[in-house]
């Protein structure tokens, strides 16, 4: 597994069409209208799972709505835990117990990274099933493909990843507070960037778990599959 090249072709993926950057930035920042773009996210990694380069078509909105709830679910499921021991930790900060804080919220993240292992693999799972809820859920499924990809590798390609999410966030946010208006909408473009940066790695990270078949769905409107 070759993680720089991952990341090289994953950050290099989005700026094909600024257009479709844009478009999903709009969307993402609509109440409601924003759980497409969980859908969207599920259908870049399907396209990529079919081994196509360019970015998917905004088309079938009903179909990215409804896999975005879909996402939804699947992190609910996921992270619940994780974000209990951080309201627990934040709560207790209002209370002024500032051990108390620090010991739920470090839980919270710890658990939250190692969470992120299985459920990044999970959801792309879900993907390569057309959606299915269950297929994130499928452990057993989950954890042959981190086993033929590497433990090893694998971690080191989830500490990779959530650092550059982690710093480019964290630029992003700082230009948000800086510029204002212009900040949040520089931001939006961003976040998106980031949303189509990480569902192309993740998916070609899966793609190298070859030890079970590939049955991936059809993309909309991809010749290519047709």
């Known amino acids: 597994m070759d993680i720089g090249k991952n990341i090289t072709d994953s950050l290099r993926y989005p700026s094909q069409d600024w257009v479709k950057i844009i478009i999903l930035a709009v969307i993402s920042i609509i109440p409601i209208v924003n759980f497409m773009s969980g ?57 002024g117990l500032f051990f108390g804080t620090l010991i739920f919220v470090i839980v919270g993240l ?40 590497g433990w090893g590798n694998y971690i080191s390609y989830i500490i990779v990843l959530w650092v550059i999410l982690i710093v480019l966030g964290a630029i992003l946010s700082l230009i948000s507070g800086i510029l204002f208006f212009i900040g949040f909408i520089l931001a939006a473009i961003g976040t998106a960037y980031l949303i189509m940066f990480q569902a192309r790695s993740v998916a070609l990270i899966f793609a190298e778990s070859e030890q079970m078949p590939f049955k991936p769905s059809k993309p909309k409107n991809n010749p290519k599959l047709n």
Do not use: C, Q, W
């Not at 998917?56 to 021991?85: A, H, M, R, S, W």
């Not at 990044?120 to 493909?145: C, K, P, Q, W």
């Open 110 to 149: 710890v658990s939250f990274f190692l969470i992120s292992i299985i459920g990044l693999t999970g959801v792309v799972n879900m993907a390569y099933y057309d959606s299915d809820i269950g297929a994130a859920l499928r452990f057993h499924e989950i954890i042959e493909r981190i086993e033929t990809i």
């Open 39 to 95: 859908g969207y996210y599920l259908r870049i990694i399907k396209s990529t799972l079919a081994g196509l380069e360019e970015i998917p078509e905004f088309d079938d909105l009903v179909e990215l709505f409804i896999d975005g709830i879909k996402l939804l679910i699947v992190g609910i499921i996921y992270f619940i835990i994780p974000f209990i021991f951080i309201v627990i930790g934040v709560a207790l900060s209002a209370g």
